[in-house]
């Protein structure tokens, strides 16, 4: 059973950075898409960005095109998420997850972590 960690959560100002990372245990990583997604509290959880087996191509949400990047280390079975000017709109709990081949779709995804919680403020 394959099993996602994600960490580096926390409170940061508008305009501030994090780098928030996902190891995962179970699978194979480099068989897998990553994606990352968030939710924010009321609405749905909303794709982020996914990066390739390979590590060679990215795709972004159009509300963080730009600003957050996505890489991976197939060798130590991580992805990271580095997000820079930060928006109090991007406060949400942040998820990684895998999967063969990319979706947008959070119901295309079997398996999550518990999540890690971004809080922008104002």
């Known amino acids: 059973q394959v099993q996602l960690v994600e960490s580096g959560g926390g409170l940061v100002q508008t305009g501030g950075s994090l780098r928030l990372s996902c190891t995962i245990s179970g699978r194979i990583f480099s068989f897998y898409t990553m994606a990352w997604f968030r939710q924010a509290p009321g609405k749905e959880r909303e794709f982020v960005g996914a990066?390739?087996?390979?590590?060679?191509?990215?795709e972004y949400g159009d509300a963080v095109k730009g600003r957050f990047t996505i890489s991976r280390d197939n060798s130590k079975n991580t992805s990271s998420l580095q997000m820079n000017s930060l928006k109090p709109e991007d406060t949400a709990v942040y998820y990684c997850t895998v999967r063969r081949g990319i979706s947008r779709s959070p119901g295309d995804y079997p398996d999550w972590g518990q999540g890690t919680q971004v809080t922008v403020s104002s």
């Open positions: 990066i390739n087996r390979s590590g060679t191509s990215t």
